[in-house]
């Protein structure tokens, strides 16, 4: 051991005393708003030497916002900060990265070309280039290790997956000297198998005497992974409690203040086969072959589930389904239409099949254009809006607005707003408004409750289970295995680009996730 | 412990990202920055030389007030426009065409093949050299965008290299089998009466000008409300999302980069039908830059390039006669139009953020 003393031994009682320790940060009463809308109503947060602390609640609850304020990113109009029992003032980034506060936000602050000793450099310049560079080099390895990291720090960021560049983010606040280390929303964009790595990074940053902000909308994350948890609702909290003292339900009662509970609830009319999958295998564009063998039915009116730990070919099935990726063999039979193998997109979904894809801001939204034009383009495609000379756009306003309605959008002021400022629950909703405006007899589903908040994501499966009554075939395909339970009918498990078993609902979650893993 | 002691508030300014700015805001800070780029340019001027009043008198005076000089502010327009509409509709879809002097040099082309051989009858003649300007044109911008979308080629470098073959096979003709008879000078045989575009009777305007407004209107149907337009907008916006909606995004794309040729190549023809009255070394200079700065000031929007265009003619109008009577170099006009443009382009800053004085 180095003689040096580290800053937080300073309380020099070794590991952490949750129950008993005094808290090393503390905001008390603070209070924010934006013009007219009050975003954190009198918060008090407290923060304790080496727990996790999840902060939990409905997307627009305040988490981020009150996460800012201590980042230095936002200024409370009211309340107090004390660290370390010292009162503080906090108008900016460094001041808070003087008192050791760093954040990790959504939205990476990267710079793509650079490689990541050089991006963790940037925002720690000094001394010579050449000379900081090894020393940082150093200095991360360092860091990375006690945290069980893994990263190449000398190729470029854009190069690395989002989890690479999620970690290079947290080396940069480590680097940084932080041990206040907040996190927002660090798993909502990662797999699975990813997100359980990052849970246990986070752990050893505690035990290594640091105190972790865990905002999450995710009740298994805040129950197994944290110390204690605060759950916010409408800019204030609700209550900070101990995970062994609360039951799920009793967390959602909270988060949203009324009890959201989905139960499964099977197709009563499955019928004849609508799409047949035969022995269907693709290359990704750059030669490397990720569907090798996918077989499977999909009748009317049920809900097949495709489970599977993510990059299995997920993506690559999706894209196959809906005419975006050409096959290298096998077959796709559509009902009544035959071999629709070697269709275009756009006949596919004259064909009526419906797509929700993941990433709905690049593949399911034109964010620079208006709400209206978003709702309507499909429609204008199959000829319901005008004819080719001319457009008919108070048709296709009015359709708008009956739909916004019908699938409750909110936080739409008017029908010329650009679809880029809709929050992710109600883009979401934006996008099934279009896709069920066809009455579509396939619909394909990818992650359709990502980065959605329990209402919302309550909400699209309702409207999944209805478009199933109304006798559509539903393909879910998602990593979340609580959502492939709760609403597929027959369930198939994806891997290494073949659907490896098929199991009838209700089925034992514990044979999916084996077969979710197996090799072979 | 570092303590973190405020004794004073300090005001500072904060940049912020906005998200959404209304549109009449946004035309406000457009017009805005039109109006600083102008007021440097006046300072320039000044210290070159030119007094204020001589620049009012030159920049608004005699253009405005003499019909000689409004009409050749509408003459030079004509072509500006419609380079203006071939880069604003390729742009649209976001093919990034820099080749529109090779387009417009094959414009040229193909007119006076139709001139030089004497195709068709003599009523058919200008019609005819319309469509072959129209299809030359086209033709330039076949290769670039096949190139594209089969292989991923950067059109911006194929078409931008074009131009130089363009030329190239200008000089090739003029010096060679197209040279005239009766000067023997390096351009084609003066065009017949019929071949020229008819004067409209006021002063020297004449049909180019109601080519480029009927131009004008069809762009504006195709991209404002047509279906196609309509398809046009998310391929612009975003592309990827417009494939998996559906939107035959290569077709679309394919259409545009086409009548962008088919644009640029009706400019040749306009150029050298209407102004020139054959087809010279140097006819084309300059309309590649200034249609591509027309469309960026525009917004790509096809009634706004129509204002732009006049404004980019008065400016060169005016230029010639500071270059004759104030010894200024006609180097000063293009650079009063780039200032403009860089000051347009720092206003899209503005659009996107605000600055703010925070505690």
């Given at each position: 051991?180095?003689?040096?003393?580290?800053?937080?031994?300073?309380?020099?009682?070794?590991?952490?005393?949750?129950?008993?320790?005094?808290?090393?940060?503390?905001?008390?009463?603070?209070?924010?708003?934006?013009?007219?809308?009050?975003?954190?109503?009198?918060?008090?947060?407290?923060?304790?030497?080496?727990?996790?602390?999840?902060?939990?609640?409905?997307?627009?609850?305040?988490?981020?916002?009150?996460?800012?304020?201590?980042?230095?990113?936002?200024?409370?109009?009211?309340?107090?900060?004390?660290?370390?029992?010292?009162?503080?003032?906090?108008?900016?980034?460094?001041?808070?990265?003087?008192?050791?506060?760093?954040?990790?936000?959504?939205?990476?602050?990267?710079?793509?070309?650079?490689?990541?000793?050089?991006?963790?450099?940037?925002?720690?310049?000094?001394?010579?280039?050449?000379?900081?560079?090894?020393?940082?080099?150093?200095?991360?390895?360092?860091?990375?290790?006690?945290?069980?990291?893994?990263?190449?720090?000398?190729?470029?960021?854009?190069?690395?997956?989002?989890?690479?560049?999620?970690?290079?983010?947290?080396?940069?606040?480590?680097?940084?000297?932080?041990?206040?280390?907040?996190?927002?929303?660090?798993?909502?964009?990662?797999?699975?198998?990813?997100?359980?790595?990052?849970?246990?990074?986070?752990?050893?940053?505690?035990?290594?005497?640091?105190?972790?902000?865990?905002?999450?909308?995710?009740?298994?994350?805040?129950?197994?992974?944290?110390?204690?948890?605060?759950?916010?609702?409408?800019?204030?909290?609700?209550?900070?409690?101990?995970?062994?003292?609360?039951?799920?339900?009793?967390?959602?009662?909270?988060?949203?203040?009324?009890?959201?509970?989905?139960?499964?609830?099977?197709?009563?009319?499955?019928?004849?086969?609508?799409?047949?999958?035969?022995?269907?295998?693709?290359?990704?564009?750059?030669?490397?072959?990720?569907?090798?063998?996918?077989?499977?039915?999909?009748?009317?009116?049920?809900?097949?589930?495709?489970?599977?730990?993510?990059?299995?070919?997920?993506?690559?099935?999706?894209?196959?389904?809906?005419?975006?990726?050409?096959?290298?063999?096998?077959?796709?039979?559509?009902?009544?239409?035959?071999?629709?193998?070697?269709?275009?997109?756009?006949?596919?979904?004259?064909?009526?099949?419906?797509?929700?894809?993941?990433?709905?801001?690049?593949?399911?939204?034109?964010?620079?254009?208006?709400?209206?034009?978003?709702?309507?383009?499909?429609?204008?495609?199959?000829?319901?809006?005008?004819?080719?000379?001319?457009?008919?756009?108070?048709?296709?306003?009015?359709?708008?607005?009956?739909?916004?309605?019908?699938?409750?959008?909110?936080?739409?002021?008017?029908?010329?707003?650009?679809?880029?400022?809709?929050?992710?629950?109600?883009?979401?909703?934006?996008?099934?408004?279009?896709?069920?405006?066809?009455?579509?007899?396939?619909?394909?589903?990818?992650?359709?409750?990502?980065?959605?908040?329990?209402?919302?994501?309550?909400?699209?499966?309702?409207?999944?289970?209805?478009?199933?009554?109304?006798?559509?075939?539903?393909?879910?395909?998602?990593?979340?295995?609580?959502?492939?339970?709760?609403?597929?009918?027959?369930?198939?498990?994806?891997?290494?680009?073949?659907?490896?078993?098929?199991?009838?609902?209700?089925?034992?979650?514990?044979?999916?996730?084996?077969?979710?893993?197996?090799?072979? | 412990?570092?303590?973190?002691?405020?004794?004073?508030?300090?005001?500072?300014?904060?940049?912020?990202?906005?998200?959404?700015?209304?549109?009449?805001?946004?035309?406000?800070?457009?017009?805005?920055?039109?109006?600083?780029?102008l007021?440097?340019s006046?300072?320039?001027?000044?210290?070159?030389?030119?007094?204020?009043?001589?620049?009012?008198?030159e920049f608004?005076?005699?253009i405005?007030?003499?019909?000689?000089?409004?009409?050749?502010v509408?003459?030079q327009a004509?072509?500006l426009?419609?380079?203006?509409?071939?880069?604003?509709?390729?742009?649209?879809?976001?093919?990034?065409?820099?080749?529109?002097?090779?387009?417009?040099?094959?414009?040229?082309?193909?007119?006076?093949?139709?001139?030089?051989?004497?195709?068709?009858?003599?009523?058919?003649?200008?019609?005819?050299?319309?469509?072959?300007?129209?299809?030359?044109?086209?033709?330039?911008?076949?290769?670039?965008?096949?190139?594209?979308?089969?292989?991923?080629?950067?059109?911006?470098?194929?078409?931008?290299?074009?131009?130089?073959?363009?030329?190239?096979?200008?000089?090739?003709?003029?010096?060679?089998?197209?040279?005239?008879?009766?000067?023997?000078?390096?351009?084609?045989?003066?065009?017949?009466?019929?071949?020229?575009?008819?004067?409209?009777?006021?002063?020297?305007?004449?049909?180019?000008?109601?080519?480029?407004?009927?131009?004008?209107?069809?762009?504006?149907?195709?991209?404002?409300?047509?279906?196609?337009?309509?398809?046009?907008?998310?391929?612009?916006?975003?592309?990827?999302?417009?494939?998996?909606?559906?939107?035959?995004?290569?077709?679309?794309?394919?259409?545009?980069?086409?009548?962008?040729?088919?644009?640029?190549?009706?400019?040749?023809?306009?150029?050298?039908?209407?102004?020139?009255?054959?087809?010279?070394?140097?006819?084309?200079?300059?309309?590649?830059?200034s249609?591509?700065l027309?469309?960026?000031?525009?917004?790509?929007?096809?009634?706004?390039?129509?204002?732009v265009a006049l404004f980019v003619s008065t400016l060169m109008i005016a230029g010639q006669?500071l270059?004759?009577?104030?010894?200024?170099?006609f180097?000063m006009v293009q650079l009063i139009q780039?200032?403009i443009?860089?000051?347009?382009?720092?206003?899209?800053?503005?659009?996107?953020?605000?600055?703010?004085?925070?505690?």
């Amino acid at each position: 051991m180095t003689e040096i003393p580290d800053r937080n031994d300073a309380s020099a009682d070794g590991g952490p005393d949750l129950n008993g320790s005094d808290p090393v940060l503390t905001m008390s009463g603070i209070t924010k708003s934006f013009g007219d809308f009050l975003a954190l109503d009198n918060v008090d947060f407290d923060l304790k030497k080496g727990e996790v602390h999840a902060l939990l609640g409905e997307n627009g609850a305040g988490k981020s916002s009150l996460m800012n304020v201590v980042a230095g990113l936002y200024a409370a109009d009211h309340g107090t900060i004390h660290v370390s029992g010292q009162p503080v003032s906090i108008k900016g980034p460094s001041d808070a990265q003087d008192l050791r506060i760093g954040m990790v936000h959504q939205h990476y602050k990267l710079v793509m070309p650079f490689s990541a000793v050089e991006n963790i450099l940037l925002s720690h310049p000094g001394g010579s280039y050449e000379q900081s560079l090894n020393q940082m080099r150093e200095d991360i390895a360092q860091k990375a290790e006690l945290i069980g990291f893994d990263v190449d720090t000398d190729k470029p960021v854009a190069s690395l997956s989002i989890a690479e560049q999620q970690r290079v983010e947290i080396l940069k606040v480590l680097v940084a000297g932080a041990n206040f280390i907040i996190l927002d929303e660090p798993t909502a964009v990662l797999t699975d198998e990813e997100g359980q790595r990052l849970l246990n990074a986070i752990r050893k940053l505690a035990d290594n005497g640091n105190s972790v902000v865990l905002v999450t909308h995710n009740l298994s994350e805040a129950l197994n992974h944290s110390d204690r948890i605060t759950v916010m609702r409408g800019g204030r909290v609700v209550d900070t409690v101990l995970p062994k003292d609360v039951t799920p339900p009793e967390l959602t009662r909270m988060i949203v203040g009324e009890t959201i509970s989905e139960t499964p609830e099977l197709s009563k009319v499955a019928g004849v086969p609508q799409l047949k999958v035969r022995e269907l295998q693709a290359s990704r564009t750059d030669g490397l072959a990720v569907i090798k063998n996918v077989n499977f039915d999909v009748r009317r009116g049920e809900i097949y589930g495709i489970a599977g730990v993510g990059g299995n070919g997920q993506g690559e099935l999706v894209e196959v389904l809906t005419g975006l990726l050409p096959v290298t063999s096998g077959n796709l039979y559509l009902h009544e239409k035959g071999d629709i193998t070697h269709s275009r997109a756009d006949e596919r979904r004259s064909f009526g099949i419906a797509c929700i894809p993941s990433d709905r801001q690049t593949y399911a939204l034109a964010g620079g254009l208006s709400v209206s034009d978003n709702f309507a383009i499909s429609g204008v495609l199959n000829g319901s809006y005008g004819s080719w000379s001319r457009i008919d756009r108070r048709k296709m306003q009015s359709a708008t607005d009956a739909a916004v309605k019908k699938f409750d959008v909110q936080g739409v002021r008017s029908r010329t707003q650009r679809a880029a400022l809709l929050s992710g629950g109600n883009a979401q909703k934006l996008v099934i408004a279009r896709e069920f405006s066809g009455q579509p007899g396939v619909v394909i589903a990818h992650s359709p409750n990502r980065g959605l908040d329990v209402r919302a994501s309550a909400a699209v499966h309702n409207h999944l289970k209805s478009a199933r009554d109304r006798g559509a075939a539903v393909i879910l395909l998602s990593e979340d295995l609580d959502e492939i339970m709760l609403l597929s009918d027959r369930i198939g498990v994806m891997n290494s680009g073949a659907i490896v078993a098929e199991f009838d609902a209700p089925a034992d979650r514990h044979a999916i996730g084996k077969a979710m893993v197996g090799h072979d | 412990m570092t303590d973190i002691a405020a004794p004073t508030r300090w005001k500072r300014l904060n940049l912020e990202i906005r998200d959404h700015m209304p549109f009449w805001q946004q035309s406000i800070a457009v017009a805005a920055a039109f109006a600083v780029g102008l007021i440097i340019s006046v300072v320039i001027l000044m210290i070159s030389g030119v007094g204020l009043a001589d620049l009012w008198n030159e920049f608004v005076v005699f253009i405005f007030t003499s019909p000689k000089n409004i009409s050749a502010v509408l003459v030079q327009a004509a072509p500006l426009i419609i380079v203006g509409l071939s880069a604003g509709i390729a742009f649209k879809a976001r093919f990034w065409n820099i080749g529109i002097e090779g387009q417009v040099i094959f414009g040229a082309i193909g007119a006076t093949l139709v001139a030089t051989y004497d195709i068709g009858p003599e009523f058919l003649r200008l019609p005819l050299m319309a469509i072959f300007a129209a299809a030359c044109g086209m033709l330039w911008m076949a290769l670039p965008v096949f190139l594209k979308l089969r292989l991923q080629v950067n059109e911006i470098i194929s078409t931008l290299l074009m131009n130089y073959i363009a030329f190239n096979f200008l000089l090739h003709l003029l010096y060679g089998p197209w040279q005239d008879p009766v000067s023997a000078f390096p351009h084609s045989e003066q065009f017949e009466s019929f071949e020229r575009l008819a004067p409209l009777g006021w002063q020297s305007l004449n049909y180019s000008l109601v080519i480029a407004i009927a131009l004008v209107a069809f762009c504006a149907w195709l991209l404002l409300s047509s279906r196609y337009g309509f398809l046009l907008n998310f391929v612009h916006s975003n592309a990827k999302m417009a494939r998996a909606v559906g939107i035959r995004v290569a077709l679309v794309t394919l259409f545009a980069a086409l009548a962008s040729g088919a644009l640029s190549g009706i400019a040749g023809f306009a150029i050298s039908a209407g102004i020139e009255s054959r087809m010279t070394q140097s006819f084309f200079i300059g309309f590649g830059f200034s249609g591509i700065l027309i469309a960026f000031l525009a917004r790509n929007n096809p009634l706004a390039i129509v204002l732009v265009a006049l404004f980019v003619s008065t400016l060169m109008i005016a230029g010639q006669s500071l270059q004759v009577f104030y010894q200024i170099p006609f180097a000063m006009v293009q650079l009063i139009q780039a200032i403009i443009v860089i000051c347009v382009a720092a206003s899209e800053f503005f659009i996107r953020h605000r600055i703010r004085w925070v505690e």
